[in-house]
């Protein structure tokens, strides 16, 4: 079975976070919410219960997801146990998957090297490697990113569709494509 990591650090993005955790949950994919701390608390003061502590390691997961927000993900990339975790899963060739200002975890792990990303506006000027794509979801190869706050369902179906290969049904149940379109 397919299991997920999201990691939350104090300042994280809520609605980038949570969408995904319910999305994917929703598609019965595994997915574990890994805190700094047990009780973590977003960038708009809402505080979240992890299912784990974050220990420093990620040999367990097929995916890890960061959500954006600040300063969480500056609370990301400044840990060098997750900058070293990130950069083994990238060359084991597992799924990396980042939002809004988190790309900038995935800089400093060297992760974004040759890859096409998106990231929030303005966070890509802060970005040395990689190449800049101003879309909604970026997917090149093992690695999607996205852009904030309003496209978290979009990267959150992305991410089910690589997993699981099917997220049309989800959309549908979810009203998405009535209301959104694919």
Not at 37 to 53: A, K, M, P, Y
Not at 69 to 92: T, W, Y
Request: glycine share 8%.
């Amino acid at each position: 079975m397919t299991k997920v990591a999201v990691i939350l650090a104090n300042g994280f993005e809520e609605i980038e976070a949570l969408t995904v955790v319910d999305v994917l949950r929703r598609a019965n994919i595994a997915c574990h919410i890994l805190g700094f701390e047990q009780v973590v608390t977003g960038s708009h003061g809402i505080s979240v219960q992890t299912d784990r502590l974050w220990q420093g390691n990620l040999d367990d997961y097929d995916m890890v997801v960061l959500p954006g927000g600040m300063p969480g993900s500056a609370n990301l990339r400044d840990d060098q146990d997750l900058m070293k975790a990130l950069a083994k899963m990238h060359v084991e060739d597992k799924w990396i998957a980042a939002i809004c200002a988190a790309p900038i975890a995935l800089e400093k792990a060297g992760v974004l090297e040759n890859k096409k990303f998106t990231c929030y506006d303005g966070v890509e000027e802060s970005i040395k490697s990689g190449n800049y794509l101003k879309e909604t979801v970026v997917t090149d190869g093992k690695l999607i990113t996205s852009r904030g706050p309003s496209t978290a369902l979009a990267f959150a179906y992305s991410i089910v569709e690589k997993l699981s290969g099917d997220a049309d049904s989800l959309r549908q149940g979810m009203l998405y494509t009535d209301v959104f379109g694919k």
